[in-house]
């Protein structure tokens, strides 16, 4: 006989305080959060979050609520990130990717190879002649991006990743208009580490 079945609403908020709940990953979980939407957005409202649901894109996630006014803020469940500048970068390049390919692909999902996000990024990095140190660095981010939930590995295809949709909700229009801008500036400042870097290695 087979035991019972676990509660879907506990099922869906420990999904979601873990992190970013998608479609593809647990289709039964999707459904179900969809229908338990409304209990979702109450139960965690009494912690400070909301529940930021794209139903077109696949995504859910929990962020942390404003306060309302004359309300103190309370302690933060959703940490803020610090990403570094070639984190930020990569993060830049894989959105602007991602509208290029919706803007001329009638499919849905956006598969990079590592040596595609590779190539991508190492444009807006000198010539060095420490290429070893510049992939590790590079595998690094990509890495980090990985455990952040934007990049999917495949199965059983590990240099191959998926731009995950998610994406669109952390990068946003507005940000995305001021890219070429902000990719200047990081190319700037990538720049002056890396002579420093260069310098450093060469005494």
Known sequence: MAGPTANPFSLVLIALMRGVTDRESDPGLWQSLLGLQARVRDHVAVLGLELILDDAEGYAYLRQRPAPDGESELPR?????????????????????????????????????????????????????????????????????????????????GDQFEVRRILKAFVDAQWLGQLDQRLAEYRTHLLGDDVAEVAHEQN
């Open 77 to 157: 469940l959703v940490a803020r990130r610090q990403l570094g500048y070639h984190v930020s970068l990569l993060l830049a390049l894989l959105r602007k990717k991602l509208v290029e390919f919706d803007a001329t692909s009638s499919e849905s999902r956006l598969i990079l190879s590592r040596d595609s996000i590779v190539d991508m990024t190492r444009v807006f990095l000198p010539d060095t002649t420490n290429q070893a140190r510049t992939m590790e660095r590079i595998e690094s981010h990509i890495n980090k991006i990985v455990e952040m939930g934007f990049l999917r590995r495949l199965r059983g295809k």
